[in-house]
């Protein structure tokens, strides 16, 4: 019988039991791999998205108890997305710069509240622009990069000031992590923690948060002129690389399911933690199937997820998180 062949080797050998199961998994998903996107809303209750079952804009009072929830079910970090009132939006998305923004009230409300969480906050205009891009436009409509970075500098200022313990640009711009983390250190703040969105792709599956945030109505145009091309991996490595260098303590690819290739080839590549985003339009698949009876979100949730931790991820933004670190400690 020659070595390492049939019958000799047998690999059912070690799926026969649970227990033997457990004992040779190779990868494995806690609640401090998860980290739980919360929507905003300066309304007083709580506001259903459509397009996200199960989903609402969190009024700012009831953020202390999500929060102490998040924490008592392990999960190490909340990241904020405001659904900006129309009336404060502007072509040049100074709202961003407000202190007193819906964001940085959230970010307070929850500090205030609790020091158990870590508190993630998006660098980005698009919930602040009247028209949809995550930068400043020219009259052609073209978003330009070297002026947005200096609005982007003061709104991460602006973040930590009100106690976001992570910024995480999602603009896509050139030079902005290097930009931010000048701005940091040059204020004292030696210790945020600056996640970039280093892999954006310009995808399809951002529908549903859009509408959550209320980008959705006004974006004019598409953003291919500054998120990545979804065919390109090489690209998405440069990008990572330039982060690195610049100052970022960890990258972001996005969205998930469709690039895991992309976040496995930044972990074999770079020494920083690497998160992925389990996008709005991946979690609407996810419920929309199991509500038509054709998935059981038991199943597919933990397998979904412990696909992004078998690529490489060191964390995943998820909005299945409570759900899913509920069913961990089950």
Request: charged residues 25%; aromatic residues 6%.
């Amino acid at each position: 019988m020659a070595e390492g062949q049939f019958p000799g080797t047998r690999l059912r050998r070690n799926r026969r039991t649970p227990w033997l199961r457990a004992m040779v998994r190779e990868s494995t998903l806690l609640p401090s791999n998860l980290i739980w996107p919360v929507f905003v809303t300066a309304g007083p209750e709580a506001e259903p998205i459509a397009t996200l079952p199960g989903i609402v804009r969190h009024p700012l009072d009831a953020l202390p108890a999500l929060a102490r929830e998040a924490a008592s079910l392990g999960i190490p970090a909340i990241a904020l997305f405001p659904s900006t009132p129309a009336d404060r939006r502007s072509d040049d998305g100074r709202e961003a710069l407000n202190p007193d923004n819906l964001v940085c009230r959230a970010v307070r409300t929850i500090k205030d509240a609790t020091d158990a969480i870590g508190v993630m906050t998006d660098v980005a205009l698009d919930p602040y622009t009247t028209h949809g891009h995550d930068g400043l436009v020219d009259r052609k409509g073209r978003v330009r990069n070297d002026a947005t970075v200096e609005v982007l500098v003061g709104q991460a200022l602006n973040q930590v000031a009100a106690g976001a313990d992570i910024v995480a640009p999602s603009d896509m711009m050139d030079g902005r992590v290097a930009a931010i983390r000048r701005a940091l250190e040059a204020a004292g703040h030696h210790d945020t923690h600056l996640m970039a969105y280093s892999a954006k792709y310009a995808s399809s599956f951002y529908g549903p948060f859009r509408d959550a945030v209320g980008a959705s109505a006004h974006l004019r145009g598409d953003k291919s002129g500054y998120q990545m091309d979804p065919a390109n991996v090489r690209e998405a490595l440069r990008e990572v690389a330039l982060d690195i260098a610049e100052g970022a303590d960890s990258v972001m690819v996005k969205p998930g399911l469709p690039c895991l290739d992309v976040v496995r080839a930044v972990a074999e590549r770079f020494d920083v933690p690497v998160f992925a985003y389990c996008v709005s339009g991946e979690y609407a698949m996810v419920e929309a199937a199991v509500a038509a009876g054709m998935l059981d979100r038991g199943r597919v949730v933990p397998e979904l997820l412990l696909g992004f931790r078998r690529a490489g991820a060191a964390g995943i933004l998820t909005y299945h998180a409570p759900w899913m670190a509920r069913a961990l400690r089950a």
